[in-house]
């Protein structure tokens, strides 16, 4: 008898033109460029949120809300803009003042201290922790000074309860709001120029990271001011730019010899 024969299926393997070996020994095909996702601007997550997330549990913070100790004054807020260079900070003496951010570092005499970035407490905790006035943010973590954690409210526009600001994606804004609830019947804007001269940034030497767009401040930051202003008429709270440069038009626009007359 013939013995038969056990037929073999032949498989065609295609080898890839150029190979990679990873230090799992497997060979693999290149991979073009177009097909790599590249993910910018992650966002940080601190150290302090990093243990709660690996706990599985829910950071437990303690919200405050805002007094009306400032009933019909006149309140400045200070700002960064360039346009507060040189500027006679004994001039604010006796008047009712909330230093934005890094504004603290140069005039430490303001009644309060607010900030939304929570990067600002980080770059300038000493200064913070020693401020003897009042302390506001609503960036919610565990600090360990007397602050005041508010409610992150809407966008744009303006949050009556005291305990929610309503933060137009900048500090400004949501400093506006605050000087609200604490009463403020005029407010006077210090430093918002809403953009750089050309050559400054700040009136102070800037933060450790880019410096703002002129991009951002058109599309996220200015177009807000708009809706806060109309959500204010009839309220009988009057604003004021003192930055005649300033790139924000929505507010009638003073010098700062003019805001300081204010009484």
């Not at 960064?80 to 003042?97: A, I, V, Y």
Request: net charge positive; with cysteine; hydrophobic share 30%.
């Amino acid at each position: 008898m013939r013995k038969s024969r056990r037929l073999r299926k032949v498989v065609k393997i295609t080898v890839p033109t150029e190979t990679t070996i990873n230090s799992s020994r497997i060979s693999r095909g290149k991979i073009s460029n177009h097909s790599v996702k590249r993910v910018n601007n992650v966002p940080t997550i601190t150290r302090e949120d990093r243990k709660y997330i690996s706990n599985n549990t829910k950071p437990k913070y303690k919200y405050g809300k805002v007094d009306k100790i400032w009933n019909g004054e006149t309140v400045y807020l200070i700002g960064g803009g360039p346009s507060l260079k040189n500027f006679k900070w004994n001039s604010l003496q006796g008047k009712k003042t909330i230093a934005i951010n890094k504004a603290i570092t140069v005039y430490p005499n303001a009644d309060v201290v607010y900030w939304t970035d929570g990067r600002v407490y980080t770059w300038f905790e000493k200064e913070i922790n020693e401020f003897k006035g009042l302390k506001y943010t609503i960036r919610a973590r565990n600090y360990s000074s007397d602050i005041t954690i508010l409610k992150k409210g809407k966008k744009y526009g303006l949050e009556l309860s005291k305990d929610t600001l309503s933060h137009g994606n900048n500090s400004g804004y949501a400093a506006i709001n605050l000087a609200i609830h604490l009463g403020a019947k005029r407010i006077v804007l210090l430093g918002y120029d809403m953009g750089n001269n050309g050559t400054s940034t700040h009136f102070h030497d800037g933060y450790p990271v880019n410096p703002t767009s002129a991009k951002i401040y058109k599309d996220q930051f200015l177009p807000g001011f708009t809706i806060l202003r109309d959500k204010l008429k009839g309220k009988g709270i009057q604003i004021f730019n003192a930055c005649p440069t300033s790139n924000l038009k929505v507010f009638p626009i003073i010098t700062i010899e003019e805001a300081l007359g204010f009484r």
